[in-house]
C-alpha cells in the first residue's frame, strides 16, 4: 500500500510530531528535496513541506487503548475530535498534526 502524503510547513517539527507524540518510527529521509516516510503499524506516512490542504488522504492508525490515548494527546495540547464509537465493534478518534492534517485512530473492540 503506497504511503499517505502530508503537506507540513516545517518538516523538522512535523517529523517530531509524528515520532515523539503519535510514535511512529522515521524510515526515510531526504534532507535536500524535504521530505520524509514514517511508519506505525502497517500505516506508513509521507511528509513533503509545502503549503498543507485540506483534501488529502487520512492515516488509519490502529492503536491498543483508545480513550487512554485521548487522554494523553490531550495532556499534550495536541488538537483532537470526539472519541465516536461504533456499537461496540470500533472505537474511532481524529487527531490533527500542528498543520492541521487528519489522522484517524482505531481501536478495534470486536475481540
Known amino acids: 500500500m503506497p504511503p499517505v502524503w ?3 510547513r516545517d ?14 518510527t ?3 529521509i531526504d534532507f535536500e528535496e524535504r521530505w520524509a516516510r514514517l511508519r506505525r503499524g502497517e500505516m506508513e506516512i509521507a511528509l513533503a513541506e509545502g503549503e498543507p490542504h485540506e483534501e488529502t488522504g ?3 492508525v490502529d492503536v491498543d487503548d ?7 494527546l ?3 495540547g495536541v ?3 470526539v472519541v465516536f464509537e461504533l456499537h461496540g465493534q470500533m472505537r474511532l478518534l481524529d487527531v490533527y498534526d500542528p498543520d492541521g492534517n487528519r ?3 482505531a481501536q478495534d473492540l470486536g475481540g
Open 26 to 28: 522515521e524510515t526515510f
Open 66 to 72: 483508545l480513550k487512554a490515548e485521548a487522554a494523553r
Open 6 to 8: 502530508y503537506q507540513v
Open 11 to 24: 518538516l523538522d517539527s512535523a517529523r517530531a510530531f509524528y515520532r515523539d507524540t503519535l510514535g511512529f
Open 103 to 105: 489522522v484517524q485512530l
Open 74 to 76: 490531550r495532556t499534550q
Open 58 to 60: 487520512v492515516a488509519h
Open 79 to 81: 488538537r483532537i475530535g
